[in-house]
């Protein structure tokens, strides 16, 4: 078969004979361009040298090109029709090596994944592993958390999603898209808009647009203070988007002399609504909470 998989005739032909139509619900939108594909690893930087952890292989559009570049590809996948199909149609011998010694495909949903264990010896865990995924955007950011908590470091993670969450991702204070996720991620890893992927390049086709983040986990964390005490502080900044910080402050500090005083003392305006607050301001001011 001299077609690659995401050419967008073998993709029918795969889909015809073995699924029929791909499942919604798993969030299967399976890429049929060879040059965005081209493009997401390029983007992801992956040659000969790469062991990547893959989420969602599906029939194996972008699996079959990291393999071709020489990459080893250890895949998770929830769909039980897909490991006859990836088997079958995935080159068996890449170079001179044969496909089981360069991928290996984990029968496991990604939020279950124990990533130490799953790798096991397959990859070599003193080199760096890159993350690559078109995400089953049903779940996009459960799986940017489980990936940013992991304790398995992972070099970079180059991720397709939606394009208004790569939006808010990738957003500045100031901006509409800009909120918790944007600094949840921000504070951790930094983050880069890297190729729009608009829907007719996918079948079935998604009803929204997609894009690419490349996120890296930022050499030096930025120091938050109580992570946990953070995380609430920003979440009950933005309960009300529309509404001032003052506002939202409403249910963290009841008095509204001693609101007045802590926006006074980080140098806030009165009216300043969260979206304004660059990260910085947001740990100034979970930290003076937290000293209260
Ligand atoms: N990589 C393929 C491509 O680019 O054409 C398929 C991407 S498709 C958007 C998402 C894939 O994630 C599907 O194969 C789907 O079955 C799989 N998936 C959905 N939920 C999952 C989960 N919880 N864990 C692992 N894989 C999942």
């Known amino acids: 078969n001299n077609l690659p998989i995401c050419d967008p005739i073998r993709t029918k032909a795969i889909m015809n004979r073995y699924l029929g139509f791909a499942k919604k619900n798993l969030g299967q939108n399976f890429l ?21 952890l893959e989420i969602g292989p599906g029939i194996g559009s972008l699996t079959e090109q990291m393999l071709l570049r020489g990459a080893k590809v250890l895949a998770y996948e929830i769909d039980q029709d897909l490991p006859e199909i990836l088997h079958n149609e995935l080159p068996q011998k890449i170079g001179d ?22 790798i096991g010896n397959f990859f070599d865990l003193n080199k760096p592993v890159k993350v690559v995924a078109n995400l089953p955007y049903y779940i996009t950011t459960p799986i940017i ?14 991720l397709m999603m939606q394009k208004e ?11 509409k898209e800009y909120g918790p996720l944007t600094i949840f991620v921000q504070t951790q890893m930094s983050v880069k808009m890297a ?38 502080v920003v979440k ?10 003052n506002n939202n402050l409403k249910s963290l500090v009841k008095d509204s002399e001693e609101r007045k005083k802590l926006l006074q003392m980080l140098d806030l305006p009165e009216k300043v609504r969260p979206e304004e607050l660059s990260i910085d301001q947001f740990i100034g001011l979970a930290k003076a909470l937290k000293a209260e």
Do not use: W
Request: aromatic share 6%; proline share 3%.
């Open 165 to 175: 969450v790569a939006e808010r991702l990738c957003a500045s204070s100031g901006n």
């Open 32 to 52: 049929i361009s060879l040059n965005k594909i081209n493009d997401i690893l390029d983007a992801a930087e992956i040659d000969g040298d790469d062991q990547v």
């Open 195 to 232: 190729v729009m992927v608009d829907h007719t390049n996918f079948n079935p086709q998604p009803k929204v647009d997609s894009a690419v983040v490349v996120l890296k986990p930022l050499v030096q964390k930025v120091d938050v203070g109580d992570t946990d005490n953070f995380d609430h």
């Open 145 to 158: 958390f489980a990936l940013a908590k992991s304790d398995l470091a992972f070099e970079s993670l180059t």
């Open 236 to 245: 009950m900044c933005f309960s009300q988007r529309r509404k001032t910080l």
């Open 97 to 118: 090596k044969y496909l089981d010694d360069v991928f290996k495909l984990v029968m496991k949903d990604i939020l279950k994944a124990d990533f130490k264990a799953d």
